[in-house]
């Protein structure tokens, strides 16, 4: 990069990174995780920056000012807000005259993440509580921390703020425990593989897209896909194939359905139970061979 062909100041929202030339031409970048994509963030702007050491130094102690402990994942940290003894109480909260039930204050997850040694300070607390939110381990609830969400701004959007609620999302589940989920995981993940690799994935609550290894299995015949930026092997979804349909979306328009960062070679499979889920290939001919190969075990 040239010198002074970017200007200080580009956007990361999710795993995109947008870059704005000083001729006002846009650029935007797609990272496969969250990691990949801070990390880009941050040599891009040290370029930027490059012969202001003031900058540059400023920008390595925001770098270094948090960092989860490599001992910890945010499945540890939910896990120990559930915990019945020490974690976090939901409870009824009213805000502008509606109660909320089993909701619990900003301010409160803030006080609770310093104490449990997951946090030094209240600024660490919130970017955790961010991460957290963003990961769809909490959800925000009422009017307050709703119209955060809205305002765009990804540092304002966890509020350290007793009048703003959380909620845990539906889609949290504890650890597996009963020996038939155990028997049914095993059971699911038995089949012989197919066909594997990277696709976007539009999400059910938030409708967020995100990057997800998709392995597509037979015998029996299930589609899971796995969080690139954990080192666990454990997939964080997926479903059967049996009775469902697939389909490819027309490029022309956003379809019914669909939001967000929309690149195109979309296609669709509802499930058994009338589930949809919308993905999104790199090309169309990636779009047609993943589509032949699910329709092979429908």
Not at 191 to 203: D, F, N, R, W
Not at 220 to 247: C, I, M, Q, T, W
Request: proline residues 3%.
């Amino acid at each position: 990069m040239e010198d002074g062909v970017l200007k200080e100041g580009f956007l990361v929202k999710r795993l995109l990174i947008k870059l704005k030339t000083r001729t006002s031409t846009e650029y935007f970048l797609e990272a496969c995780s969250r990691e990949e994509r801070d990390a880009w963030a941050f040599e891009i702007t040290g370029a930027i920056h490059a012969g202001q050491p003031g900058k540059v130094q400023q920008l390595h102690i925001l770098k270094n000012s948090f960092k989860l402990p490599p001992h910890i994942s945010l499945h540890c940290i939910v896990d120990k807000m559930h915990d019945s003894s020490g974690g976090i109480r939901p409870s009824p909260n009213m805000e502008q005259g509606s109660t909320y039930k089993k909701t619990f204050i900003g301010s409160s997850l803030v006080d609770w993440l310093i104490s449990n040694s997951f946090s030094a300070n209240r600024l660490e607390a919130v970017t955790l509580a961010s991460m957290l939110m963003e990961e769809n381990f909490l959800r925000p609830v009422g009017v307050r921390s709703m119209g955060a969400i809205r305002s765009g701004d990804l540092a304002e959007q966890f509020l350290d703020d007793s009048t703003a609620l959380y909620t845990f999302a539906e889609s949290y589940k504890k650890k597996i425990s009963s020996k038939e989920d155990i028997s049914l995981s095993t059971v699911e993940l038995s089949g012989a593989v197919v066909k594997q690799g990277y696709l976007a994935k539009q999400g059910h609550k938030r409708k967020n897209w995100k990057v997800r290894r998709f392995v597509l299995r037979k015998d029996p015949a299930f589609l899971h896909y796995y969080d690139p930026s954990k080192e666990e092997n454990r997939p964080v979804g997926g479903f059967s194939l049996r009775g469902s349909l697939v389909s490819a979306l027309e490029d022309n328009g956003v379809p019914t359905g669909v939001k967000g960062n929309v690149q195109g070679n979309l296609f669709k499979v509802i499930t058994k139970d009338d589930t949809h889920y919308y993905i999104q290939a790199s090309s169309r001919a990636e779009r047609t061979e993943w589509i032949e190969a699910i329709k092979k075990l429908t």
